[in-house]
């Protein structure tokens, strides 16, 4: 009878633990959908997301922190901008941001998508 107790216990154990794994799939899911209804323009895949997410730090932080890191700064347009074509370093920890190769322009339109994040 003991070992009939210990099973049934052990059941509701289980169940418990795959409604908290539902629940953090059907999280994760909607992060998903999130994440792929933001338009992301195609120089920003093409340079950027090997290192930086919308929403989550990769190497780099995700667009969405470096927006609310300037966000009440007048001259983030420029400050963003000045990074992403000559790099930086510091700012977001070790790891350095690496030049890129893209006109003053392109610079200039991502730093703008990455401000108009919502």
């Given at each position: 009878m003991m070992l009939f107790y210990l099973?049934?216990?052990f059941l509701f154990l289980l169940s418990g633990c795959s409604k908290e794994a539902g629940e953090k799939e059907e999280l994760q899911k909607s992060e998903e959908v999130q994440v792929i209804n933001v338009?992301?323009?195609s120089i920003v895949k093409?340079?950027?997301i090997?290192?930086?997410d919308v929403y989550k730090r990769k190497?780099?932080?995700s667009f969405v922190q470096v927006r609310?890191?300037?966000k009440e700064d007048?001259?983030?347009i420029e400050k963003i901008s000045r990074s992403i074509k000559r790099g930086s370093q510091g700012k977001w920890g070790r790891v350095a941001m690496l030049p890129n190769d893209v006109t003053e322009e392109e610079a200039k339109q991502i730093a703008e998508w990455i401000m108009s994040l919502k």
């Open positions: 099973l049934l216990s338009k992301v323009p093409d340079k950027c090997m290192c930086h190497v780099g932080p609310d890191k300037y007048p001259k983030a």
